[in-house]
C-alpha cells in the first residue's frame, strides 16, 4: 500500500475565460443539487447546540441503521445523484457550470486567503463577544481567560508572522478542553481544528509546496468534520426528536423516523463529495451552503456563528477553479477502482463509512464501554427552558412534575 499526495493548486487565480453556455443549463444542473441536498436541514443544526443529549449514553446499535429501510433508501437516491454529477462532469453540461461557477466566484478566488484569514478573524471576535464558551457554543467555560485567548487568536490572523500563532492557540483550546468535557465529546470539533490550524500554518509557509496545499488540509478538515457529525443521526436518533417536534416543518412533511436517518445519509455524502473530483466538490459545497445558510431561520445566530468557519470553508471549495482531481488517496491495488471513475464512488463511500462509523462506535465503547456509562449520565444542553427553546431541562422537570 502507498500514499499518493498531491497539492490542491497553485495560489489562487483568476478563472480561464471560456465561451458561454446556456445560464439555464448552468441552473438546471446547480438547482438539482440543492434540491437533493435540502433534505438534510436539520443536519447542519447541531443537535447539541439546541436540545439536551447525554455524551456517555450507549449509542443505539449500527445493526438497527443497516436495517432501516430508509437509510439504504437515502443510500441509494443520493448515490444516484451522485454518480450522474460525475458523469456530467465529463459532459459538455458539466463544463458549462465550472465556467458558470468560475465566472462567479472570480472575485473571492482571487482573495482566497484575505476571505478566509477575515472569517477566522471574525468567528473568534463572534465568540470572544458571545463570552464563556470554547471554540463553539455547546463547549462552555467560566473562565474569562478563555474569552480573551480566543481574542487574540483573532488578532493573530492577520499577519504571516503571527498565524502559527493563532494556529497554536486554536489546538490549545481544545486541548484546554479536555480539563471540562470527555475526549470523545471534543472528537466532534477535532478534524475542524486541526484543518483550519493547518490552513493557517502553511498559508503562513515560504515554502510554496506547503502552502499549494493549504486549501486541501482545510477541505480535508471541514469534510471529516461533517461526515464525523452526521453519524449522530444514527447513533442518537432521540437527540434529534425534540427538534422535530419543536419545529415540524424541518421534516418537509416526512416522518421523522423516515427523514433523520435520510438527513444523516445526505449530510455524509455531500462530506465525502467535498473530497471527489472539482465539479462534484464543488456542487456538494453548494448544497452545503444552501442548507447552512436555510438553517439559520429557525435556528438563529448561534447556527451561523457556530458553523463560521465551516461556510467560509465552503464558499473557498466552491470557488475553486482547479480541474484537476487533486486529492490524498491511499491507492490498493486490485481493490478499489481507480479515483474518479464511476465505480470508485460506491468503493470509496463503503471505505469511508466503514471507517468512520468503526472509529464512532469503536471509540464510544473504548471510552465508557458497551452499555456507555449506565449511572453516571448527565444531560447537558447549552440553554434552559424559554419560548425559544421549549425542549430545555426545565420543560422536563416540569412535565415530571405534572405526572405527580
Not at 98 to 110: T, Y
Not at 168 to 183: H, M, P, Q, S
Amino acid at each position: 500500500m502507498r500514499i499518493v499526495s498531491a497539492a490542491d493548486g497553485p495560489a489562487p487565480r483568476e478563472p480561464r475565460t471560456r465561451s458561454p453556455f446556456s445560464l439555464k443549463r448552468i441552473a438546471a444542473g446547480s438547482a438539482a443539487v440543492g434540491i437533493g441536498a435540502l433534505w438534510s436541514l436539520p443536519a447542519q443544526a447541531h443537535v447539541k447546540w439546541f436540545a439536551p443529549y447525554i455524551v456517555n449514553a450507549a449509542p443505539q446499535p449500527i445493526s438497527a441503521t443497516l436495517a432501516n429501510q430508509w437509510f439504504w433508501t437515502g443510500i441509494g437516491l443520493v448515490l444516484a445523484f451522485f454518480l450522474a454529477t460525475l458523469a456530467v462532469e465529463r459532459m459538455a453540461l458539466g463544463r458549462a457550470i465550472q465556467a458558470g461557477l468560475d465566472r462567479i466566484s472570480a472575485p473571492l478566488w482571487s482573495r482566497s486567503d484575505d476571505f478566509m484569514r477575515s472569517s477566522t478573524a471574525a468567528f473568534f471576535v463572534a465568540i470572544f463577544a458571545v463570552g464563556g464558551i470554547y471554540l463553539t457554543p455547546d463547549l462552555k467555560t467560566d473562565s474569562e481567560l478563555i474569552s480573551w485567548a480566543q481574542l487574540l487568536i483573532a488578532a493573530c490572523v492577520f499577519s504571516r508572522r503571527t498565524m502559527p500563532i493563532a494556529a497554536a492557540g486554536i489546538i490549545t483550546l481544545w486541548v484546554v478542553a479536555l480539563r471540562e468535557y470527555d475526549l470523545f465529546h471534543l472528537l466532534d470539533y477535532l478534524a475542524l481544528g486541526v484543518g483550519v490550524a493547518a490552513y493557517l500554518v502553511m498559508a503562513s509557509s515560504n515554502d510554496e509546496k506547503w502552502r499549494a496545499r493549504r486549501f486541501l488540509a482545510l477541505r480535508w478538515g471541514i469534510a471529516n468534520a461533517l461526515m464525523w457529525s452526521s453519524l449522530e443521526k444514527f447513533a442518537y436518533p432521540n437527540w434529534f426528536y425534540p427538534l422535530v417536534e419543536e419545529k415540524p416543518f424541518l421534516t418537509f412533511g416526512m416522518p421523522r423516523d423516515v427523514f433523520i436517518p435520510m438527513a444523516g445519509v445526505a449530510e455524509f455524502i455531500l462530506g465525502f463529495g467535498l473530497l471527489w473530483t472539482p465539479l462534484v466538490r464543488r456542487l456538494s459545497a453548494v448544497s452545503l451552503l444552501l442548507i447552512f445558510f436555510t438553517a439559520v431561520y429557525p435556528f438563529g445566530r448561534i447556527d451561523l456563528v457556530g458553523h463560521a468557519l465551516i461556510m467560509a470553508a465552503l464558499f473557498l471549495v466552491a470557488a475553486d477553479p482547479c480541474r484537476e482531481a487533486k486529492a490524498i488517496a491511499v491507492k490498493m491495488p486490485n481493490t478499489l477502482p481507480r479515483f474518479g471513475t464511476l465505480a470508485s464512488v460506491p468503493a470509496g463511500l463503503a471505505v469511508a463509512l466503514v471507517v468512520l462509523v468503526s472509529g464512532y462506535w469503536g471509540l464510544h465503547g473504548v471510552f465508557y464501554g458497551a452499555e456507555g456509562g449506565a449511572g453516571q449520565q448527565i444531560e447537558l444542553t447549552t440553554h434552559s427552558h424559554s419560548k425559544e427553546y421549549p425542549h430545555g431541562p426545565q420543560a422536563k422537570l416540569q412535565a415530571e412534575h405534572s405526572h405527580h
